[in-house]
């Protein structure tokens, strides 16, 4: 199973957001919340929610890939559901299908009260590097 | 006109992105690339892309609202193009609806070459603060 | 409990499609595969399979309505997995947020070997018409 | 220049669609608004508005492929912007990028009075059949 560690990632370390939890087709994020990730009114920006949705399910896409294999994100597609608030976010990926070339994923993010924040998809391109 | 300064979105501080341009409807952002922002193979991380989108589409709605008024984000839709590399990037955006309760627009991100590196959209829910 | 029949949605009825069960923020539509529905190599169209996510997220925010709510699409996303062959397609939705002025939901639909042939998710406005 | 003719996609000629100009990676598509295309409100149903939306994004990418090539629709996204009323529809494409397996477009949808009713994007699989 191929983990993200920190130090592999720079934007996921500089946000803060770590990769705890990796199984087959699924994989569950953490990020604490710091007043840098702010919005302008106080919650938790859409683009770090954005990057929430892309980390995990592109680590549920890499935890079916081999170690050759390369995933790059074909697009994207986040729905905001209400404002992130409290201490920390959890992103909650599955696989939906892996193919010859494209992976299809979704994940859900929950802030610390157990509420759901924002449900997102993506599709990934999946490439040998062979 | 509604302008975006610095000091006033912490996490478009926090990743170096700024409002170059508003005008009624369009709005301009900037980005320099820094090693922070990258992924895991180097160019920019995708989540900062979508921060991009999210933010430049954000300052066209703010363009056409009032002072009392606010624009969270609905949702959130990006397509990328090529791998993002270079000095810097821009993100061009423009409204192509303002309903009552809704807008929705677009952007376009280019990178410092002028290549089109990604396309997205959103759609903002209008909220009177009084 | 709001009920889709026949005679209510034209376009429902001209492609096949019926409400075959709902329940408080869940439904279920199914359409008969005939050959007016395929696109040009042989499987089912984008554009019907598109009409059972909307129709599909649409029935599961009206479960939630009263009659004097309705709910015009704002948006709507869908991922094609595999083509769509067979007798018959079956969406099942569920609702992940009904708010005072929006709703949004997903589908899923699965032809009749039970593969699942598209994702796709809706974003729907409540408006009251009294 | 891959033409799309009527007799080639089964679920075009019975919904009316047609398209009307084809151009390197650029294409028209027209419908005749008729009563089976309605909605429940008695405008145009918003699965008939996905359905131009994947056709003239999918038309735009034909323009560039050989004969040997097809492109099955990955991913569509459709705002709408305003019910669709009167005579007739016309969907206007653009593709925004064509790659190795990989193509993207965008398409808007006008009605006969020439007012904006939806916006929506396509992403496309190109395969070769050889």
Same mark, same amino acid.
Request: aromatic share 6%.
């Given at each position: 199973?191929?983990?993200? &560690?920190?130090?592999?990632?720079?934007?996921?370390?500089?946000?803060?957001?770590?990769?705890?939890?990796? &199984?087959?087709?699924?994989?569950?994020?953490?990020?604490?919340?710091?007043? $840098?990730?702010?919005?302008?009114?106080?919650?938790?920006?859409?683009?770090?929610? =954005?990057?929430? *949705?892309?980390?995990?399910? #592109? @680590?549920?896409?890499? @935890?079916?890939?081999? $170690? $050759? &294999? *390369? @995933?790059?994100?074909?697009?994207?597609?986040?729905?905001?559901?209400?404002?992130?608030?409290? $201490?920390?976010?959890? =992103?909650? +990926?599955?696989?939906?299908?892996? #193919?010859? @070339?494209?992976? /299809?994923?979704?994940?859900?993010?929950?802030? +610390?009260? #157990?509420?759901?924040?924002?449900?997102?998809?993506?599709? /990934?391109?999946?490439?040998?590097?062979?």
């Amino acid at each position: 199973m191929r983990k993200t &560690e920190p130090g592999m990632t720079p934007f996921w370390d500089y946000i803060g957001m770590k990769e705890t939890k990796i &199984e087959e087709a699924h994989a569950e994020l953490r990020l604490d919340i710091t007043p $840098e990730l702010h919005q302008r009114r106080g919650s938790v920006h859409g683009g770090v929610l =954005a990057t929430l *949705i892309d980390g995990a399910v #592109g @680590s549920a896409v890499r @935890s079916v890939l081999s $170690e $050759e &294999e *390369i @995933s790059p994100t074909v697009e994207l597609k986040i729905n905001y559901i209400r404002p992130a608030h409290g $201490e920390y976010l959890v =992103a909650k +990926s599955k696989l939906y299908h892996r #193919g010859k @070339s494209l992976a /299809f994923g979704q994940a859900e993010i929950f802030d +610390s009260n #157990g509420d759901l924040v924002a449900v997102g998809t993506g599709t /990934f391109m999946i490439l040998n590097t062979k």
